[in-house]
């Protein structure tokens, strides 16, 4: 049976770069590939440069529900007293970065029930810290509180209860309001509609980082009376 791990993505502030270069770090809407594999890396103490157990974890199939999309926003770094590429003075570089706030994210990822267990145990008692894009962009709330889900991730996607706070969620009222939840899920390449990503990591090593291209479908899913909860939110 297929099983799936439902994730909670929360935080003041998250970034998911995908064509971050230079003094220009830009952030997808919602996180990517790379980003949750780094994350699950450092989770279960996979180290930069091992390819083998790199793939591993981006061969796992990967769906994003934005249960709230956020605001983009952007940093203005100064840094000062940078050496010259000649080595013959100093200089003052600027860049501009880009992230989320106040965004929130179910990650559901689907694969073998025997190495979800195992990142479930990681995500919770994690070898390295863990953070949404930056060091300082840590989560606001625990990425996961509860067992596997049984199911394909469609079906997580569409079912799971909203993680949105219960003082927003409270706000809605049920069968009043049709809203819908965007989704970007990993689909065969060559599905109708599919949109490419080169977000597959295939080495974090510092100096030599390498990406493979996947495809995904961007589709959304009902926001059902079921979904909204009524108390406390957690991610189970």
């Not at 591993?56 to 940078?82: C, F, I, P, S």
């Amino acid at each position: 049976m297929t099983h799936t791990l439902a994730l909670c993505f929360d935080a003041p502030m998250q970034s998911w770069g995908l064509r971050s270069r230079g003094i220009l770090r830009d952030t997808a809407r919602e996180p990517t590939k790379s980003g949750v594999v780094g994350l699950l890396a450092a989770a279960t103490g996979v180290e930069r440069d091992d390819e083998a157990g790199i793939a591993t974890l981006a061969a796992l199939r990967l769906g994003v529900r934005v249960d709230r999309e956020g605001l983009l926003e952007r940093d203005y770094h100064t840094t000062q007293n940078v050496p010259t590429t000649t080595g013959s003075g100093h200089r003052t570089v600027v860049s501009e970065r880009y992230y989320l706030a106040d965004a929130l994210f179910l990650v559901a990822i689907e694969g073998p029930e025997t190495l979800l267990s195992e990142l479930a145990d990681a995500v919770t008692n994690p070898r390295w810290p863990l953070f949404f894009g930056r060091r300082a962009f840590v989560s606001a709330r625990p990425l996961f509180d509860d067992g596997l889900h049984a199911g394909n991730l469609e079906q997580i996607l569409r079912e799971h209860r909203w993680l949105e706070h219960p003082d927003r969620a409270g706000a809605m009222i049920p069968g009043q309001q049709q809203i819908a939840l965007r989704t970007v899920v990993d689909c065969p390449t060559g599905t109708v509609g599919a949109e490419p990503r080169h977000d597959v990591p295939r080495s974090f090593a510092h100096g030599a980082r390498s990406f493979a291209t996947r495809t995904v479908l961007v589709g959304e899913v009902p926001l059902t009376d079921n979904m909204i909860p009524a108390g406390d939110t957690t991610c189970s």
